[in-house]
């Protein structure tokens, strides 16, 4: 089993930036694949940012690439996202995600997830 715990979450105005943060206890955290997900409100949960075990590989969004950076510290057994030049269309619940196997963009692949934390991005 693994728990992860995001924090970081706010209200931002927009061009802002917050970093969120996703701590992870339980099995080795560094044998896992993470990604964060987001889900606007009404809408359906969508793919934000992997980053593999290593934290060598990493794939973004179209929506977000250029502007968040995923990365990761296995000493901490945390991810990170960092989000600058936020806009109001990023305002989403943000979740992390951790998956024994590959990278992946799809969320039902991902075995372990937080609860979430609230990233509001006002105009």
């Known amino acids: 089993q693994v728990q992860l715990v995001e924090s970081g979450g706010g209200l931002v105005q927009a061009g802002g930036s917050l970093r969120l943060s996703c701590a992870a206890s339980?099995?080795?955290?560094?044998?896992?694949?993470m990604g964060w997900f987001r889900q606007p409100p009404g809408k359906e949960r969508e793919f934000v940012a992997a980053i593999s075990w290593s934290g060598g590989r990493t794939e973004y969004a179209d929506s977000v690439k250029g502007r968040f950076t995923i990365s990761r510290d296995n000493a901490k057994n945390t991810v990170y996202l960092q989000m600058n030049s936020l806009k109001p269309e990023d305002t989403a619940v943000y979740y992390c995600?951790?998956?024994?196997?590959?990278?992946?963009?799809?969320?039902?692949?991902?075995?372990?997830w937080g609860q979430g934390t609230q990233v509001t991005v006002s105009s």
């Open positions: 995600a951790a998956r024994s196997l590959g990278m992946s963009r799809r969320f039902y692949e991902y075995q372990y």
């Open positions: 339980g099995r080795t955290f560094s044998s896992y694949c």
